[in-house]
């Protein structure tokens, strides 16, 4: 079967991501779900745990977490 290069991958939505497991495991996670800072942005500081409130793709193609109602892109912190 031919591939369509139309379609497209989507591993996120605005309430869930989905995550490969350490023991490599898909699974997905929904909102709210715990991350790390590992990057200090809008007064939240280094290895503080927050929570996920939703997730969005920005102009740029980064995707981004609603933390205490800011959008902050997803690398600025890590799983839990």
């Known amino acids: 079967m031919p591939m369509d290069n139309n ?3 989507s591993y996120y939505d605005k309430y869930s991501i989905l995550i490969i497991t350490e023991k490599g495991f898909l699974t997905k996670l929904n909102t709210p779900f715990q991350v790390r ?3 200090p942005t809008n007064g939240i500081k280094l290895n503080t745990l927050v929570f996920v409130e939703a997730i969005i793709s920005h102009d740029t ?3 981004m977490y609603r933390i205490l109602k800011y959008w902050i892109p997803y690398n600025y912190f890590k799983l839990t």
């Open 61 to 63: 193609e980064v995707m």
């Open 7 to 9: 379609m497209s991958l």
């Open 37 to 39: 800072c590992i990057y």
